[in-house]
């Protein structure tokens, strides 16, 4: 009995009772039966008097041990036997706190390594560390900007204590990984691997983790879930990750292993979540991984960088939201991540019938319409732009790059364009102006616009449910795509550059010149820009001078036998040849001749001629009018014409004897006579009313071209 017990314990104190394997001793026992053993309930009965009894004894303890999970317990019996032990000993435990993560430190130090001799060099090495925190500052986590951490460092050295923080906080909630148990049996192997291969780093850090070795991989990877193995081997470590990969191509990288340290932080932070039971925050932010990586005497930048390619190239990297934010999250997971579904749908997309309307598309968001154009046209055929007085933007198809070194195919684009228009030649040369994609960006354009293709499709399939993927990873594909989108305007910018130009210098060149102009692509908007670009270079003449005017007709128009030329003659002839001047509308026109026209200076105007004598002639008066009728006379010629008319009146004066019209009219003193109805008899030169002129041809017209050919026609 109890009492029996009692004295029992107290004849051999201080005396301490180990009981192992309690619960798989008791569950051996059926129901019903009785062994030499005794029975269930007996044996349950004799565990309650022994605790009872050893209450009583002051220097008595008793150490039992229980499974802690339902799997040891061993099946039904197993289990309630457990839950009859624990409920019988905890009328009686003493709790017993576990290792502290504080503790673990010592632990584990003296377990696997010898004592620290030089203490100047330790302490040397973790001020380092604290001062190297301290200058990085809001990207560190915040308790490393605390000097109590300065003490963890040397408590934990050589390990840091980032390592320990992720073993006990994450790793710890595995079940069957245990806090002390297996981080010294993990430990131990990491520190065999890193000094096997000569490792040098101040500390051991999360990023110090061989991964690449198999028993350090398997002792991890053992609590885990299948398929972590594939993981490190594709995106983490070894001889054919990507991270390798990486740092074999970028030397800036490769120098500290920045890429595979980045990885086997995440990893260390994230992978137990894969087996967690409860849903958590998941991962690791940008300054805890910055924490499992950074050495003094190393700039964070590297690691930064390097976080951003990896968020982009790895397959089983996930982050949790816009990358440009510090609170952004990463972790690796056994499930490829969208990105490699987005890459492999990637390449479905062809040139021709995917990739060139979408970059068309973008263009057209980009640009909208012109307002100094009248028509703006994308990828659009010779054929299908207007041969009409209107001023064109035509944006070349990504296949008519140009570059300074080989403009070959954009200007022969061009020049397509100016001599056809469909099967016809092109009439209005004049009105086309030309913007062309960069050469050198074009690959990278049309890499993101295959980007944001796929990232579509993914969008587009989940929400009609040929695409079965959870909550996150649908949030994850709608942010990608909204970022990519946001990256491709500006990379469309970037490519199409090219404000292409024809002109001819002189009438007599036979072939037109094609001019680059290359746009600012970081200031302002697309629209802008070209409307500056044509401004500043006068590609398109906004407003105009008289004197250009002038200067234009005295050099192309104005002949010693005939110095006048018709206003929609000009007009016309500007439409149509390149080097003359490509005036945005004909107000521009009318606006120079009026300006022109109110003084003396440039030309005179009339509304019709015959046999040198203008009809309506008028010289710095501004009251004209622009018609087909309009006459541009050259100054010199106007001014003598005038004087000649001055002329004339007064010979006409002399020759009537006074003024022309004076007196009443009739018979009498002062007056002029009249017939017998009293109508006046002048007779005088010139009095004749202008004659009129009727032109009558035939033609015949083609049905095919009646359109084209009336307009000539009536020209």
Known sequence: GKEILSNLLTRYAPCVVLIDELVAYVRQFPDGQRLSGGTFDSNLSFVQALTEACKLVPNAMILASLPESEVEAGGERGMIALRALEKTFGRVQALWKPVATEEAFEIVR?????????????????????????????????????????????RAYPIHPEVFDRLYEDWTTIEGFQRTRGVLKLMAKVIYRLWKDNNTDLMILPGSLPLYDGGTRSELNYYLVAGWDAVIERDIDGDRAETTALETKAPRFGAVNAARRVARTIYLGSAPASVATKPGIRGLDRAHVLLGCLQPGQVHSTYTDVLSRLADRLHYLNSSG?????????????????RREMEDRKKRFDDKSDVHPKIGEVLKKLIGTLPSFDGVHVFTPHADVPDDSGLRFVLLAPEFFYAREEPRLA??????????????????????????????????????????????????????????????????????????????????????KWLLCPAQYAATDIQPTVEGHALNTSSGTLVSEIERTCQENELVIFTWSPVHLCAKLSEVYWKPG?????????????????????????????QAIVSGAATRDFFGTAYGEHDGVYTGFQLGNAYVQL????????????????????????????????????????????????DKDGNDKKGKKGDDPQKSYTFIGTVDVNAATAKMRLTQIAE
Request: proline share 4%; with cysteine; glycine share 6%.
């Open 411 to 496: 200007v022969d684009a061009v020049v397509s364009y100016l001599r056809h228009n469909c099967s016809k030649p092109r009439y209005r040369t004049n009105r086309l102006l030309f913007l062309a994609p960069d050469y050198s960006a074009l690959a990278l354009l049309r890499n993101s616009i295959r980007t944001a293709l796929a990232w579509g499709t993914i969008v587009e399939d989940v929400r009609e449910g040929r695409l079965n993927i959870d909550q996150f990873q649908r949030r994850q594909a709608e942010n990608e795509l909204q970022i990519t989108e946001a990256v491709l305007l500006k990379t469309v910018r970037d490519c199409y």
């Open 627 to 674: 018609d087909d009728t309009l006459l541009l006379i050259e100054p010199a010629a106007a001014a003598a014409y005038e004087e000649r008319q001055k002329t004339q009146k007064t010979q006409d004066k002399d020759d009537d004897g006074g003024p022309v019209g004076d007196g009443p009219v009739g018979d009498g003193p002062g007056g002029d006579k009249g």
């Open 562 to 590: 005939r110095p006048f030329v018709g206003a929609l003659t000009f007009w016309e002839d500007t439409l149509r040849y390149l080097y003359l001047p490509r005036l945005k509308n004909r107000s521009v026109l009318e």
């Open 110 to 154: 003296r377990r696997l390594f010898e004592p620290v001799r030089d203490l100047a060099d330790r302490e040397r090495v973790c001020r380092a560390f604290a001062d190297t925190y301290a200058a990085e500052g809001a990207r560190l986590p915040g308790e490393t900007q605390e000097s109590r951490y300065f003490d963890r460092l040397l």
């Open 322 to 338: 816009d990358r440009a934010q510090e609170a952004t999250r990463y972790w690796f997971d056994t499930r490829a991540n969208l």
